[in-house]
């Protein structure tokens, strides 16, 4: 009961959301037209490297695209339903106005990552999934309804993960003077799920591959396309989604515990 | 109280006020080195197999990115703007209106002291992989001198671009309400043609000719292409100095443009 008046919250956010959307058009054009040149920038830079060569880490230039593209999925969801939340939630601790959330009737964490929609976000969505459809399309993939359904799944995950990276990092505001550039660290780590998985070796490798989940978010997905099911990987995405989405909480809710106000 | 002292009293408080976020600077420096690790792994790998790319070594290629990302901290005019913007919207500006202090160089001061910090800090992340990197890196040999000569007054006009640019976009809140996303739109024109995603020379020759008259070009590329080796020809490189000094003045003109235009629309309110 509590979960679906929680849901009938956040469906009233996107409502307002989309109607002020449409209220300040030029400037949901503008953001949307934003998102896409930093879309196409990612993609430039696969096109200039593979004009020098052929094969990064074993994965040809559409295989790689691929990778990207999902990468860019993910992300323009994080953007759509999550991003100015929390990035808003590091300026919200410093000025005080997080009081406002704690007030309101509702999980405060819930209250602070659904209160805005970004709808230039969403509209970006389907050219992200253009990218990956093209990629499939120049490798001559042909994935049956279950892959399909598997990959949305784990775009699900990675969308997840994305989100308890960005609020672990954000919640250091708790704990610093101000949040200042330390969205830069989701940025950072988000990097790494732009490269094979194979193109990483030794600490690299136990770091960024086993220890944090930034590069199997995107390649378990991009590969299913690519070589099929791999039960392992998929387990292994899942399991690393309920892990780090239970860290990123607990460190929200130490700096709540810590939280105490700001002056006016 | 003389001009040179008026503007650097701006400048020690602009110090001041930039060290209270010292640790922001410093975690912000380390998540940056992230970003080199990503570079070094994905580059690593497209040379993999092939001693050269667009005529240049890896280790020239890890240098440039490292160099650039220096230069970032040092030039980067990375809140200026939405700092101009601010002041425009919450009516700050009025203050300079009715005093002897001219905004350009009021803002362009705390430019300076604010680089400064974050140029300073971002080093000691550096300092401390530097036996990691240094093995990997490239700087070009002696007989470079006379680029690297050039290079100093690049680095100058580089961050006085850097900051006319930030300007003119915060001058635009005098126009347009929330003025955030041509500022993300010009940073994500600004990464690209800057060669801040990829060195320019690996761009088709076309692309990288018509590139070189624009000012992206001025911010970042050139003072790094300079100092590791990309530009190798004197000429090339003071003709690029020329067109620099241009873009400078020609920037400063705009600023300035926009400054009087705008207060033309402005309107304070309030007492």
């Given at each position: 009961m509590d979960l679906l008046r929680h849901l009938r919250i956040w469906l009233a956010s996107i409502r307002y959301s989309l109607v002020r959307a449409m209220m300040f058009r030029g400037d949901f054009i503008m953001w949307a037209l934003v998102e896409l040149f930093w879309m196409s920038v990612n993609v430039l830079l696969v096109g200039v490297i593979y004009d020098h060569t052929d094969s990064i880490a074993g994965w040809s230039k559409y295989e790689m695209l691929l990778l990207v593209g999902t990468t860019l999925l993910v992300q323009r969801l994080l953007m759509a339903f999550f991003w100015s939340n929390l990035f808003e939630l590091g300026r919200n601790v410093r000025s005080g106005t997080f009081d406002f959330f704690l007030a309101q009737p509702g999980w405060p964490l819930f209250m602070v990552s659904t209160r805005k929609f970004d709808l230039d976000g969403l509209v970006n969505v389907p050219v992200a999934l253009a990218i990956v459809v093209y990629s499939a399309h120049q490798l001559q993939l042909d994935p049956s309804a279950a892959q399909i359904a598997v990959y949305a799944g784990l775009v699900l995950c990675g969308l997840v993960l994305h989100y308890a990276t960005l609020l672990a990092i954000i919640s250091m505001v708790f704990w610093l003077q101000s949040a200042k550039g330390i969205e830069g660290g989701y940025f950072g780590l988000t990097e790494?799920?732009?490269?094979?998985?194979?193109?990483l070796r030794g600490v690299a490798r136990v770091v960024f591959v086993y220890a944090l989940p930034v590069v199997v978010v995107s390649n378990v997905p991009a590969r299913l396309l690519i070589h099929g099911f791999e039960p392992g990987l998929i387990a292994w995405l899942a399991g690393a989604t309920l892990f780090w989405l239970a860290v990123a909480v607990a460190v929200f809710n130490a700096g709540l515990r810590r939280y105490a106000s700001a002056s006016s | 109280m003389s001009v040179v002292a008026k503007y650097r009293q701006v400048f020690l408080t602009g110090i001041q006020t930039s060290l209270v976020y010292r640790w922001n600077f410093a975690i912000r420096a380390t998540f940056s080195l992230l970003h080199l690790v990503y570079i070094f792994i994905l580059w690593g790998a497209a040379y993999a197999g092939q001693s050269e790319i667009g005529g240049f070594p890896l280790a020239a290629t890890l240098t440039y990115f490292v160099v650039l990302l220096i230069l970032q901290f040092f030039l980067s005019a990375a809140n200026d703007d939405y700092e101009i913007s601010e002041e425009i919207r919450n009516g700050l500006i009025n203050q300079f209106l009715t005093k002897p202090v001219n905004y350009f160089a009021y803002r362009l001061s705390l430019y300076f002291s604010a680089r400064l910090v974050t140029g300073v800090l971002s080093l000691v992340p550096f300092l401390c992989i530097l036996p990691f990197l240094g093995p990997k890196l490239t700087l070009p040999a002696g007989e470079h001198l006379a680029l690297y000569a050039v290079a100093a007054p690049a680095l100058l006009l580089s961050a006085f671009i850097q900051f006319t640019i930030a300007y003119c976009f915060g001058m635009l809140t005098f126009w347009f309400l929330e003025i955030q996303s041509f500022i993300i739109l010009s940073l994500a024109v600004e990464a690209v043609l800057g060669g801040q995603i990829f060195p320019l020379d690996l761009m088709p020759p076309w692309l990288y000719q018509l590139s070189s008259w624009l000012p992206y070009y001025y911010q970042m590329y050139f003072p790094t292409a300079l100092l590791t080796g990309r530009i190798t020809d004197l000429s090339v490189a003071l003709q690029g100095l020329a067109i620099q000094a241009g873009w400078a003045l020609a920037l400063f003109a705009l600023a300035r443009f926009l400054w009087t235009r705008g207060l033309r629309r402005h309107t304070a309110v309030g007492g």
């Open positions: 790494f799920s732009r490269l094979p998985r194979e193109a | -």
